[in-house]
Nanobody, 124 residues
Framework: QVQLVESGGGLVQAGGSLRLSCAAS????????MDWFRQAPGKEREFVAG????????YYADSVKGRFAISRDNAKNTVYLQMISLKPEDTAVYYC?????????????????WGKGTLVTVSS
């Protein structure tokens, strides 16, 4: 059983930066594709960024491309989301998610495990 715990959320002014972390417990972290999703108040949860096993491949939603960067440290069982140039519309609960895969690829849906989320609030 995989458990995911997010941290690093908080209140930041527009234009500021935050780095989110997601610590995973359970076996074979290096065989899990990892994603970040977010859910803003009154909106559906949406894909933000994804990374393959090895970290070779990454993929971003258009809304965050060039501002967010996903990375992972398989030795630490941790995935990160570095966010810069934050905007008020980035305000949301950010969730980490994982999916076991036989292939070193990215998934943007059908994730198997989810964390409980961390709140990011960007003030204008």
């Amino acid at each position: 059983q995989v458990q995911l715990v997010e941290s690093g959320g908080g209140l930041v002014q527009a234009g500021g930066s935050l780095r989110l972390s997601c610590a995973a417990s359970g076996p074979s972290f290096s065989r899990y594709a990892m994603d970040w999703f977010r859910q803003a108040p009154g909106k559906e949860r949406e894909f933000v960024a994804g990374i393959s096993w090895s970290g070779r491949d990454t993929y971003y939603a258009d809304s965050v491309k060039g501002r967010f960067a996903i990375s992972r440290d398989n030795a630490k069982n941790t995935v990160y989301l570095q966010m810069i140039s934050l905007k008020p519309e980035d305000t949301a609960v950010y969730y980490c998610a994982s999916k076991y895969s036989h292939y070193d690829t990215i998934y943007t849906s059908a994730m198997e495990y989810w964390g409980k989320g961390t709140l990011v609030t960007v003030s204008s």
